[in-house]
Nanobody, 129 residues
Framework: EIQLVESGGGLVQAGGSLNLSCTGS????????LAWFRQAPGKECEGVSS????????YYADSVKGRFTISSDNAKNTVYLQMNNMVPEDTAVYYC??????????????????????WGRGTQVTVSS
């Protein structure tokens, strides 16, 4: 059974940083695409960033490019999202999600939640102004 557990969320002031972690079990990171999504109250789920567990290729939403960095440590079965220079608009519940690379590899750039089958429960991130 594939399980994902996010951690690292919290309250931070604008301009501050947080580092989210997502630890997975029940699958081999090398065979999966890994992604972070977020959903703010009253808004649709938004793709933030994705990474190939095989070759480390990454993609970012324009809204976070240059501020957020996704990385993975396959030996630890963990994917990270380093968030710097945060703004109040980053406030949301952040979810990690994974999908078989064979199914998602050509769609990593889309950052679409519909392309990912397995999800964590999320971690709240709040950025105060």
């Amino acid at each position: 059974e594939i399980q994902l557990v996010e951690s690292g969320g919290g309250l931070v002031q604008a301009g501050g940083s947080l580092n989210l972690s997502c630890t997975g079990s029940g699958f081999d990171f090398d065979d999966f695409a890994l992604a972070w999504f977020r959903q703010a109250p009253g808004k649709e789920c938004e793709g933030v960033s994705s990474i190939s567990g095989s070759d480390g290729v990454t993609y970012y939403a324009d809204s976070v490019k240059g501020r957020f960095t996704i990385s993975s440590d396959n030996a630890k079965n963990t994917v990270y999202l380093q968030m710097n220079n945060m703004v109040p608009e980053d406030t949301a519940v952040y979810y990690c999600a994974v999908e078989l690379l064979i199914l998602a590899e050509r769609k990593l750039w889309k950052l679409s939640p519909y392309d990912y089958e397995y999800w964590g429960r999320g971690t709240q991130v709040t950025v105060s102004s």
